[in-house]
Nanobody, 124 residues
Framework: QVQLVESGGGLVQAGGSLRLSCAVSGRTGRSSAMAWFRQVPGKEREFVAAIRWNGGRTWYADSVRGRFTISGNNAQTTVSLQMNSLKLEDTAVYYC?????????????????WGQGTQVTVSS
């Protein structure tokens, strides 16, 4: 089992920055990739960014590319999401996820473990 705990959410003004962190515990090293998804009430959970542990390749949703950066530490115990130039539409609950297989990383169905989520609210 892998446990994921997100932190770093909060309230920020538009144009500001936040850094989310996801602490990974349990069978670390078992997962091949990590990602961040987000969800607003009444909408589907959407992909934000992913990183493959082997090689560090990253993927981003078009809506956040150039503003958000996903990173992970060498021990595979922390995954972070640096969010800059935040917009009102970035307001959501952000979830950390871990996948055993390093494929189709934009699809939430590929992920085996999920955190409880952390709220990000961007105000005008």
């Amino acid at each position: 089992q892998v446990q994921l705990v997100e932190s770093g959410g909060g309230l920020v003004q538009a144009g500001g920055s936040l850094r989310l962190s996801c602490a990974v515990s349990g069978r670390t090293g078992r997962s091949s990739a990590m990602a961040w998804f987000r969800q607003v009430p009444g909408k589907e959970r959407e992909f934000v960014a992913a990183i493959r542990w082997n090689g560090g390749r990253t993927w981003y949703a078009d809506s956040v590319r150039g503003r958000f950066t996903i990173s992970g530490n060498n021990a595979q115990t922390t995954v972070s999401l640096q969010m800059n130039s935040l917009k009102l539409e970035d307001t959501a609950v952000y979830y950390c996820a871990a996948a055993n297989d390093p494929w189709q990383l934009r699809l939430q169905s590929n992920y085996d473990y999920w955190g409880q989520g952390t709220q990000v609210t961007v105000s005008s």
